[in-house]
């Protein structure tokens, strides 16, 4: 399930294109926003996509809600990496 808050004028503007298209029946809203998100992931796709930014506030975005401090964090990273590496040379 995905949920977004989208302005009120883009929702009224989609359920009245959707219910024209897909008719004013139940699920029709369900098939124009998979109808929408399918074609914006295609095009997606197609693009070279490259992070714009600064990568160490990307990692603290990321990192903001854990619970743990930075030593016990590199302790299960370095258990994580250990596996992954065996699993590939195992494997």
Partial sequence: MIRANISKELE???RELAM???GYTKGSLQ???EEAIARWVSWVEGEELR???DPVEA???IL??????SVELQHKLKKIWISKVLEDVSG
């Fill in 59 to 61: 990692i603290d975005g």
């Fill in 64 to 69: 903001a809600d854990l619970e743990i401090d």
């Fill in 12 to 14: 009224r503007r989609f």
């Fill in 31 to 33: 098939k124009a926003v």
């Fill in 51 to 53: 992070f714009e930014g």
């Fill in 20 to 22: 024209r298209r897909f």
